[in-house]
C-alpha cells in the first residue's frame, strides 16, 4: 500500500476538486500510446477529477485554448487497436525558452490543472521535470507580469508530474519494457519470418537493420527470436577482426547444411574503435570474400506502425491506472515519478534516477567500457546477450560429461515450445551432455520413442508453431499407469535429466514420476517442467508459454469482429475463448481488446449479474458508442453456456440491439510464436539445462546419479520479478487438481481495471498500488 494513501480512501472521490492533463509527446509516437491515454482518461473520470487532452504534445501545452481540451468517456473510444496516438505528438522547440515554459504554465493555471501525464521518452519526461522544478519561479514571473492573479497562483502552487515511457527501442533504464517495444518487435519478426522462407529458397544471406540508434534490445531480441547468425549492437561492439570471424562462422552454418545465413544489424552499430558498421558494408564483406547471394532490408518507419499487440495494450493500460493513482497520491514532496514495469508488476521510480542510469549507458559505450554498458542497460539486458552468444554458434567443450539428458513435450501443442526445446537441446550440447528427443510425450517415453538430437536438428525451430517433438493429451497419456515401462525405458536409454515442456498435463506426470521415486529407483534423476500452454494454468508461475500468442490471436480476431459492426448500429458480440477453467486469456483479452464483461470461473456470476451486464449495454446503446463486447471462458459456468448467454442477450436486447456470437476454438493454439513466446521460450530452456546441470552435481554419489528430494524436481516459472525453480510436491497445495488451476492467480487482481474502463460502477482496491522505490540497475529477468 502506499504509505501516502489512507486504507478507507474512496477511489471514486479521489480526484474530485482536481484536473489532470495527458499529452504524449517525442519525434515519432510509440504503437500502444492509445491504450495509455484511454486508460489516464477513465480511471481520472473514474476518480472524479476532470481529465483534458493536451493535443500535439508540448507545443499544445504551449499554444493552449483549443489545443487542450476536455477528455470525456466516449472520446476515447475505439482507439485500442490503433497505432500512433490520436492525440497527436511533435517535437517542440518553443517549449524549450523560458518564455514558451511561461506561456505553457498559465494555460495550466486558467484551466486549473496541477496534474500532469506526460507519455514519451527520455527527452519528453526530463522537459516535464524541469518544468516542475521550475513551477514556483514561473508562476510567480507570471504574477508579476499580469498575466495571472495571486489567487490563481496560490491555487496552483504546485504541480505533480507522472511519465509513462513510449519508446520502441526500449532504451530506458528503470523499466523491463517501454510501450511500443512488443509492439516493433512484432512488426520486425513478420518480416524476418517472411524472408527467411525465400532465403531459405534460394540459399542467400538475409541483412536486416532495425531501429536503435543508442540501443541495441530491438536487435538483440530479434537476434534471439529468429536464431540469427550474427547480431550487431552499439552496446557491444564486435572484437577486432570481427570480419574473419564472421566469414567463418557464416561458412561454417553452410558446410553443416543450413540454406539460409540471418545477420541483424541495429542502426547505432559500431566497431571498437567508434567506426559505424552499416549493413551495405557487410553486404559488400560476405559477397566479396565468400561470393554468397546477399540481401539487405532496412525496416525503416515500418516498425513503429501498426496495430499495437496486446502486450502493448495491457501494459499502457495498467500504466495510465497506476500513473492516475501517482497523481492523486503525490504530495509536494514527492519527486517526479515514471510508472514502470518491473516483471508482472507495476512499480513507481524516481524519473530523474531513471534518466541518470539512461546517460550513465551513454556515457560507457562513449568511453569504451562496454561490459559496463551492457550490466547498466539491466539484468534482463544482459541475459539476453549472454543468452544469444551462447546459442548462436556452436562451441561445445572439449571434453565430454557423458550425461545423458532428454527432452519432451506434453499435452496440448502451443506456439513456443519449439523455442524452448531448441534452447534446452543447444544448452546441453554446449555443457557437453548427449540430448535425446522424446517423441509423443510420456507415450514415447514408454514405448521407447527415444533419440539422439543434435545442434542443426533444432535450426530454424523459435519461428515454428506447435510441437516439433509431438505431444499427446489424452488422461490415458500421464505417466501414471505406465510406470514400469517408463522406469525400464529411462534404464535402457541411460537418461540423467529430464526436461518436461507443457501445460497443466505436464506438471501433474512430472508429480506422478516423482510420487514413483520410492517404488522406481530409476526415476530418482533431475526433473523440471517448464510451463508451456495457451490456458497459462501452471502452478508455480504466473506466466506460461503459449499464452502470449494466443493472447494476440484473441485481441486481434476481436478487432476484427468489432470492425465487422463498423457500418452496424448497436451490435453485441459474445466471443468464447480457450482456457479451460482458467480465466487469464478471457480476462487479459477483454483488458487488450476492450471488452464490456469477461466471465470466468474464478469469479462466480448469477442471473442478477447478467442482467446487470444487459442494462449496461442498453445503456451504452445510448451513447455514441453503439458496440458491444462480452468474452465467455469455455468452462466459467456448466449452466450459463455461451448459447445460453447469446439467447438471454439477444432477447433482453430486443429492440435496442442485436447479438452474434463466436466460438473462437484451436485457432488461438496455431500461429507462430509471438517475439515474446519465442524469446521467454528460449530463456527457460537455456535456464532448466544449466539448472539441471548443476542438480546432476548435486546428486552424483558413489559413481551414480540419485535424485529423491522433492528440490531435485522442480518448475521453472516466472514468479513477479524473478525466474525461480520450485518444487512440484511444494506447489500441490496451491492447486485445484479438479479444475486444473493454481489457487492464487495474480491476474486476477487486475480484473477491476477492465470492469472500471468499461465504465462499470465498482471499487478498486488502492491497497495494491506501489510505493516509490528506487532505481535497481540490473532489471528483472522477462524483458521479453
Not at 515450445?417 to 557437453?432: K, L, P
Request: proline share 3%; with cysteine; aromatic share 6%.
Amino acid at each position: 500500500m502506499s504509505a501516502n494513501q489512507p486504507a478507507a480512501a474512496d477511489p471514486t472521490k479521489m480526484g474530485v476538486g482536481r484536473s489532470i492533463a495527458v499529452l504524449t509527446s517525442g519525434g515519432d509516437a510509440q504503437v500502444g500510446m492509445n491504450a495509455a491515454v484511454r486508460a489516464t482518461v477513465r480511471v481520472g473520470l473514474y476518480t472524479g477529477a476532470k481529465v483534458y487532452f493536451v493535443h500535439e504534445g508540448y507545443q499544445g501545452l504551449v499554444d493552449g485554448g483549443e489545443r487542450i481540451r476536455l477528455a470525456t468517456w466516449e472520446s476515447v473510444s475505439m482507439m485500442l487497436q490503433l497505432g500512433g496516438t490520436v492525440i497527436g505528438s511533435a517535437r517542440c522547440k518553443d517549449f524549450r525558452s523560458r518564455e514558451g515554459r511561461m506561456k505553457a504554465a498559465a494555460n495550466l493555471v486558467k484551466l486549473g490543472i496541477t496534474n500532469l501525464c506526460v507519455i514519451g521518452g527520455d527527452g519528453s519526461l526530463t522537459g516535464a521535470n524541469e518544468f516542475r522544478t521550475e513551477w514556483s519561479g514561473l508562476l510567480a514571473d507570471l504574477v508579476q507580469a499580469g498575466r495571472i492573479t495571486e489567487q490563481e497562483a496560490k491555487k496552483s502552487s504546485h504541480l505533480n508530474i507522472v511519465g509513462m515511457v513510449g519508446s520502441i527501442d526500449n532504451d530506458f533504464c528503470g523499466t523491463d519494457m517501454t510501450i511500443g517495444t512488443d509492439s516493433a518487435l512484432h512488426r520486425i519478426i513478420e518480416v524476418v519470418d517472411a524472408i527467411t522462407t525465400t532465403a531459405q529458397s534460394h540459399q542467400r544471406t538475409f541483412i536486416l537493420e532495425v531501429m536503435g540508434r543508442h540501443c541495441g534490445y530491438l536487435a538483440l531480441v530479434t537476434a534471439q527470436a529468429c536464431g540469427a547468425d550474427w547480431v550487431f549492437i552499439p552496446e557491444m561492439p564486435p572484437e577486432h577482426g570481427w570480419e574473419d570471424h564472421l566469414c567463418r562462422r557464416l561458412a561454417d552454418q553452410r558446410s553443416r547444411g543450413s540454406r539460409l545465413n540471418v545477420i541483424i544489424v541495429a542502426e547505432g552499430a559500431m566497431s571498437r574503435d567508434g567506426k559505424p558498421i552499416t549493413s551495405d558494408q557487410i553486404k559488400k564483406l560476405v559477397t566479396d570474400r565468400l561470393g554468397f547471394d546477399t540481401r539487405t532490408t532496412v525496416l525503416g518507419h515500418v516498425q513503429r506502425g501498426g496495430t499495437p499487440s496486446a502486450f502493448d495494450r495491457i501494459l499502457g493500460s495498467r500504466m495510465g491506472v497506476e500513473a492516475v493513482m501517482a497523481l492523486l497520491e503525490a504530495t509536494p514532496d514527492t519527486p517526479a515519478c515514471v510508472v514502470s514495469l518491473s516483471g508482472n508488476q507495476a512499480v513507481r521510480l524516481p524519473l530523474m534516477e531513471c534518466v541518470q542510469v539512461t546517460k550513465d549507458v551513454t556515457a560507457a559505450m562513449a568511453e569504451g567500457r562496454f561490459e559496463d554498458a551492457v550490466k547498466l542497460r539491466g539484468k534482463s539486458f544482459e541475459n539476453n546477450w549472454n543468452t544469444y552468444k551462447l546459442l548462436a554458434h556452436i562451441n561445445p567443450p572439449d571434453v565430454k560429461s557423458n550425461i545423458n539428458m532428454a527432452i519432451m513435450n506434453i499435452g496440448a501443442p502451443c506456439a513456443g515450445m519449439n523455442a524452448a526445446v531448441r534452447a534446452a537441446v543447444r544448452m546441453g550440447i554446449i555443457q557437453g551432455h548427449n540430448m535425446l528427443a522424446v517423441h509423443d510425450g510420456f507415450d514415447g517415453l514408454a514405448q521407447g520413442q527415444i533419440e539422439p538430437i543434435g545442434w542443426t536438428s533444432v535450426s530454424g525451430w523459435t519461428g515454428k508453431g506447435g510441437s516439433m517433438l509431438g505431444t499427446k493429451r489424452m488422461s490415458r497419456s500421464l505417466p501414471g499407469k505406465m510406470l514400469e515401462e517408463i522406469s525400464q525405458n529411462i534404464s535402457r536409454f541411460n537418461i540423467h535429466a529430464l526436461v518436461i515442456v507443457g501445460g497443466f498435463e505436464a506438471y501433474v506426470g512430472g508429480l506422478e514420476l516423482v510420487q514413483a521415486r520410492e517404488k522406481y529407483e530409476e526415476m530418482c534423476i533431475p526433473m523440471v517442467v517448464i510451463p508451456a500452454t495457451v490456458s497459462n494454468n501452471v502452478p508455480g508461475s504466473d506466466f506460461s508459454i503459449g499464452a502470449d500468442t494466443a493472447l494476440n490471436t484473441i485481441t486481434s480476431t476481436c478487432d476484427r469482429i468489432k470492425q465487422s459492426a463498423a457500418g452496424t448500429k448497436r451490435r453485441v458480440f459474445i466471443v468464447e475463448t480457450m482456457g479451460g477453467y482458467c480465466g487469464y486469456l478471457a480476462t487479459m483479452a477483454g483488458l487488450a481488446a476492450g471488452a464490456d464483461a469477461a466471465y470466468i470461473f474464478e469469479e462466480k456470476f448469477s442471473i442478477k449479474d447478467l442482467e446487470t451486464n444487459v442494462k449496461h449495454l442498453v445503456k451504452k446503446m445510448k451513447t455514441t458508442v453503439k458496440r458491444g463486447l462480452i468474452l465467455r471462458n469455455e468452462n466459467s459456468n456448466a449452466n450459463y453456456t455461451t448459447d445460453f448467454i447469446f439467447n438471454l442477450y439477444s432477447e433482453e436486447g430486443k429492440g435496442v440491439f442485436d447479438c452474434r456470437k463466436n466460438v473462437l476454438g484451436h485457432m488461438q493454439q496455431g500461429g507462430t510464436p509471438t517475439p515474446f513466446d519465442r524469446n521467454f521460450g528460449t530463456k527457460m530452456g537455456a535456464k532448466s539445462v544449466l539448472w539441471l546441470t548443476d542438480k546432476l552435481k548435486e546428486c552424483y554419489r558413489h559413481g551414480r546419479i540419485f535424485a529423491n528430494t522433492p528440490e531435485s524436481a522442480c518448475v521453472l516459472g516466472m514468479r513477479k520479478r524473478a525466474l525461480m525453480f520450485q518444487p512440484l510436491a511444494e506447489l500441490k497445495e496451491d492447486t485445484d487438481l479438479e479444475h486444473r488451476i493454481p489457487r492464487t492467480q495474480w491476474w486476477l487482481k487486475i480484473r477491476p481495471i477492465m470492469k472500471i474502463l468499461a465504465k462499470y460502477d465498482i471499487q478498486l482496491d488502492t491497497t495494491e498500488h506501489a510505493d516509490m522505490e528506487h532505481v535497481i540497475k540490473k532489471r528483472g529477468p522477462l524483458g521479453k
